[in-house]
Structure formats: C-alpha cells, structure tokens
C-alpha cells in the first residue's frame, strides 16, 4: 500500500453498535476522495482504546475487507486523549484528522478540511459546531461556559466550539508528538502551538448508536484536566491571596496601633492581631512561590507513558512510548 496522504484517527471504546454504520458511511467518502484527486492514499488508524464488547473482533473483520484499516489496540482503557495521542504517534500521512466514532461530527467535512489546508496554505483546520440543537440545553451550556472559561483562565486562542474533530498537518503531529506532557487535553494543545490554522463550520449530529463515552464525571475530569494543564491560575491564587492578605494586614496593623494610642485596647491584644496577621499573610505568599515550584517538579517526575500498546496490525515493535522529560 503507498504512503498515505490522509490519516483518519479514530479512538474507540466499545463501539460495536455504531462501528458498522461508521464504516459504511466513511469508506465510500475516503475512497471518493482518492477517485476524485483529493488526496492519493489514505489509511484509517482505529484505535480500540481496551473496549470490553465485540469492538476488537469487528475491528479485525473490518480490516480483512478494508485493507486501508489499522488497528491500535491497547492493553486497558486509557482515556480519549490519550487514545488520540497513539494514533497520531502511528499515524503516517502527510495530513492527520482525528474523528471520533459516534458520527456526531459528520465525515462528509473531512474533503472541505483538506481542500482549505491545502488552498490556504494552514496546518490546522478546526471543525465548529455552529449548530448544536441536536444537545440538551444543559451540555450546550456547559460546553459554552467551559470555553469561555478556559479562555478567560489561560493564554491559549481557542477556536470556540471546537472539540476534538481536527486536520492537522505532519508538522503540527510532529509538534504535538514532541511534547512531554500528561493528561493532553487535545483540543487546548493544538491551538497552543500557535500554527497557521482556519475552521470550517458543520451541524453537530446526535449520536448513531451506542451510549456516550463522555458522562458528567469524565466532562469535570477533563475541565479539571484542562485548568490544571494549561492555566496557572489555580496555583497563583495562593500568591493573590497571600498579597492581599498582606494588605489586610498592614491595615489592621494600623488600626491596632491607633487602638492602642487611643486607649481602646486591652494589654496584649495589639501585638497578638499584628503578629497573627503578618504570619498567616506570609504563609500564603509562601505557599503560593512553594505551588509554582512543586507543580513543575510534579509534572517532570512523573515520566509516566501515556499507554501502553497490547496489538499493532502493522506487526512494528511494540515498545511503549517514553514521554520525555
């Protein structure tokens, strides 16, 4: 098989009842798209990310049918952007789209991402949901509020609306590839990297089958994530606060002072509020210099790999990825 033009990543966790109508519907859009000259190869990088259900087993009848198919799998459940991450580490083309399984984020838009990267001259095209009707009121506003937020907290331009469904470049998987982080969050990485990049707006669908893979604990697991990953803010909050504990203090020092000279104190009370106060204001401000240290020592003595491969179809070693430091 030639060297593929276009990678499609898709992460999946027990998908078998949505894996059928996805290979239906993707596989004659990909292989219109060589017809047409869009692009010359592709391939189809599924990576099972330790499903429990029938996946695995449709994933290898798939591939015997549809020889641009390869699957990851790895050895236990490892989370959807660590999922993604192993497939842009295997995946080969000169341009990489991540797309997940449910077919919420519609494929037919793969052909306007690749023809805008290529006619614009960007290494990323964002997929936008300009239209979510198909969602509850409650994960409109929750996805609204948790932009917004991030945009407010961290310095990252983030496309809004923009989740995981993306074109890249072989630069920016690369770039994305060459970074020693734990716990990606995908979606805040890419457009940390700062690449030329465009978007191309599509309605987002309901799910074709199956449950989702994203409940309510794993939605505040990937703000928590996201926060903690890419904002300083939690940290420096202690070093706010200890500054502004310091003014306080300086102000009650003022006040117990002038307390004292007007004779409205008992013995003792003014230097136990001072010197409680200064204390308990150089605390914080210590705290909060002790945090911007420790998170950053935290972070490098981890080296953990983010997976660990159980299957590569492509028969390559299966040595598990060490994140640098």
């Known amino acids: 098989m030639p060297s593929p033009h276009l990678s499609i990543v898709i992460p999946m966790f027990n998908e078998e009842a949505v894996l059928p109508l996805l290979a239906d519907r993707l596989r004659p859009l990909a292989d219109a798209m060589v017809d047409d000259g869009v692009c010359a190869a592709y391939e189809i990088v599924a990576v099972d990310d330790g499903s429990t259900d029938a996946t695995p087993v449709l994933l290898q009848r798939l591939r015997r049918t549809w020889p641009e198919v390869r699957v990851l799998r790895l050895r236990a459940n490892a989370g959807h952007q660590a999922a993604i991450s192993a497939g842009l580490a295997r995946a080969r083309g000169d341009y990489v789209v991540t797309l997940d399984a449910d077919l919420q984020d519609p494929p037919e838009v793969i052909r306007e991402m690749l023809t805008i990267a290529r006619t614009e001259g960007v290494d990323v095209v964002y997929g936008v949901r300009t239209d979510r009707t198909t969602d509850s009121a409650?994960?409109?506003?929750?996805?609204?509020?948790?932009?917004?937020?991030?945009?407010?907290?961290s310095s990252v331009d983030t496309p809004l609306d923009a989740g995981d469904y993306r074109l890249m470049s072989r630069a920016t998987v690369?770039?994305?590839?060459?970074?020693?982080?734990?716990?990606?969050?995908?979606?805040?990485?890419?457009?940390?990297?700062?690449?030329?990049?465009?978007?191309?707006?599509?309605?987002?669908?309901?799910?074709a089958a199956g449950e989702s893979k994203y409940p309510l604990a794993r939605m505040l697991k990937l703000?928590?994530?996201?926060?903690?990953?890419?904002?300083?803010?939690?940290?420096?909050?202690?070093?706010?606060?200890?500054?502004?504990?310091g003014l306080a203090a300086l102000a009650i020092l003022v006040f117990a002072l002038?307390?004292?000279?007007?004779?409205?104190?008992?013995?003792?009370?003014?230097?136990?509020?001072?010197?409680?106060?200064?204390?308990?204001?150089?605390?914080?401000?210590?705290?909060?210099i002790l945090g911007e240290y420790v998170g950053r020592m935290y972070a490098a003595m981890?080296?953990?790999?983010?997976?660990?491969?159980?299957?590569?179809?492509?028969?390559?070693?299966?040595?598990?990825?060490?994140d640098r430091v």
């Open 258 to 288: 002038g307390s004292r000279l007007a004779g409205h104190t008992l013995p003792g009370w003014t230097s136990t509020v001072v010197i409680v106060s200064a204390v308990g204001a150089v605390q914080l401000l210590a705290l909060g």
């Open 174 to 207: 690369d770039a994305v590839n060459a970074l020693p982080e734990h716990h990606r969050v995908l979606r805040f990485v890419v457009p940390a990297l700062g690449f030329p990049s465009a978007t191309v707006g599509y309605r987002r669908a309901e799910r």
């Open 302 to 322: 981890q080296g953990r790999p983010t997976y660990f491969v159980a299957h590569d179809s492509l028969g390559e070693p299966e040595q598990p990825p060490q």
């Open 223 to 245: 703000s928590v994530d996201s926060v903690t990953g890419f904002s300083l803010t939690p940290l420096r909050f202690a070093t706010w606060l200890g500054l502004i504990g």
């Open 138 to 153: 409650f994960k409109r506003w929750s996805a609204r509020t948790f932009y917004r937020a991030q945009r407010a907290l």
